[in-house]
């Protein structure tokens, strides 16, 4: 299930998978981890694929509350270029995790790892369902996540980093849309990903149809003994394209991260951390920074400031899809201690949005 099978009106259209991976080049790969106690994983993005790591692409970053974990940032603002895959997982592994990518960089690509090593790793905290303290992803598991990534269809909801993820408290976890932008004779692809862990039931919104007053009773993140506020969690957006941007005008698509996210009811909390990269595949062989550069000069070709706003409208659609695919993907889960995280209840949901009127269209 995937949000366009419900009888609701979203905006734009869509790539072949509608998926970050409709990105030529961008591979997603997980590895999902749920045994004993454990309710994890780790999820890697390649922007251009395992063969050509190392080689930069433009990128930006914004954070919309700071309550979480985007290592490597500090580097992409100083030099606008990402270089290396993105890896997502939870809160206490990011460490465990940035080691992998270092040990897999060095078996796979010596020469990059001979210079100096900046991985982007970054967290939701799933410590609802999951023993988030306990030693179960290792630096391994990043290893295997990067050797998975593939192109094509991407799997939803209880995979990967997403694994042990709530959105709205429902199950939500990992989430995936794309849109189509022309631009003169071309046509360039805005892809999106979603770690999605945020959100309070009572604002749950669906294509502009506010449904989450209407599924308050079974809310188990309300009831159960546990410390965390509702809305405490965290979300990841990486967004993706194949259109030549600069690393400022990459910043700018993240600013319109929060924009998607806020169509589908959030206000933000305290307790989430929101941060979001975007990255262009565009303009391969420049940016790059290594101990050694043969070029005296380096040109991008990039888009007009005055002829973005195309770009920016198609990651707000696609962020907004991305998280209702997570939780339309999401099965229930149950975790440590019992934990139960209900799947988001499509028939239910169905009903609410065919009273509202939602098949005629929306927005």
Same mark, same amino acid.
């Not at 991976?21 to 390649?46: K, S």
């Not at 895959?85 to 939870?90: A, S």
């Not at 910043?251 to 979001?276: E, M, N, Q, W, Y």
């Given at each position: 299930?995937?949000?366009?099978?419900?009888?609701?009106?979203? %905006?734009?259209?869509?790539?072949?998978?509608?998926?970050?991976? %409709?990105?030529?080049?961008?591979?997603?790969?997980?590895?999902?981890?749920?045994?004993? %106690?454990?309710?994890?994983?780790?999820?890697?993005?390649?922007?251009?694929?395992?063969?050509?790591v190392g080689l930069p692409c433009a990128a930006g970053t914004h954070s919309l509350n700071g309550n979480g974990e985007m290592t490597g940032v500090t580097w992409i603002e100083e030099s606008g270029a990402l270089?290396?895959?993105?890896?997502?997982?939870?809160?206490?592994?990011?460490?465990?995790v940035h080691r992998g990518v270092i040990d897999w960089v060095a078996a796979r690509h010596p020469g990059l790892a001979a210079q100096w090593l900046l991985p982007v790793v970054a967290e939701t905290w799933d410590g609802y369902l999951n023993d988030i303290n306990?030693?179960?992803?290792?630096?391994?598991?990043?290893?295997?996540?990067?050797?998975?990534?593939?192109?094509?269809?991407?799997?939803?909801?209880?995979?990967?980093?997403?694994?042990?993820?709530?959105?709205?408290?429902?199950?939500?976890?990992?989430?995936?849309?794309?849109?189509?932008?022309?631009?003169?004779?071309?046509?360039?692809?805005?892809?999106?990903?979603?770690?999605a862990n945020f959100g309070s039931r009572h604002e749950l919104t669906v294509a502009g149809h506010r449904v989450g007053p209407s599924l308050l009773d079974d809310d188990p993140m309300a009831t159960t003994d546990w410390f965390a506020p509702s809305g405490a969690g965290s979300v990841i957006v990486v967004v993706a394209t194949d259109a030549p941007?600069?690393?400022?005008?990459?910043?700018?698509?993240?600013?319109?991260?929060?924009?998607?996210?806020?169509?589908?009811?959030?206000?933000?909390?305290?307790?989430?951390? %929101?941060?979001?990269?975007?990255?262009?595949?565009?303009?391969?062989?420049?940016l790059t920074s290594g101990f050694t550069v043969d070029d005296d000069y380096q040109s991008l070709r990039f888009v007009p400031w005055g002829r973005m706003d195309p770009f920016y409208t198609a990651v707000v659609q696609a962020v907004e899809e991305a998280v209702l695919n997570a939780l339309t993907g999401a099965e229930e889960m149950i975790g440590r201690n019992g934990h139960r995280s209900p799947a988001l209840p499509i028939g239910r949901l169905i009903e609410l949005l065919a009273q509202d009127g939602a098949g005629a269209g929306s927005r």
């Open positions: 299930m995937r949000a366009r099978d419900l009888p609701l009106t979203l %905006d734009g259209r869509h790539g072949r998978h509608n998926a970050i991976t %409709d990105v030529p080049g961008v591979e997603v790969g997980y590895v999902t981890l749920t045994e004993a %106690d454990a309710r994890t994983g780790v999820t890697a993005i390649l922007p251009r694929g395992r063969r050509k270089s290396l895959p993105v890896m997502i997982t939870n809160t206490h592994a990011v460490g465990t306990g030693p179960h992803v290792r630096p391994e598991h990043a290893a295997q996540a990067i050797e998975a990534a593939a192109t094509g269809p991407v799997a939803e909801g209880n995979v990967g980093g997403g694994t042990g993820m709530n959105c709205y408290s429902f199950k939500g976890g990992s989430g995936t849309a794309s849109r189509l932008v022309g631009h003169g004779p071309d046509t360039y692809t805005v892809g999106v990903f979603a770690q941007l600069l690393p400022g005008q990459c910043k700018a698509l993240a600013r319109r991260v929060p924009l998607g996210l806020g169509r589908t009811g959030t206000t933000g909390s305290h307790f989430s951390g %929101d941060i979001f990269l975007a990255f262009s595949t565009a303009n391969e062989g420049a």
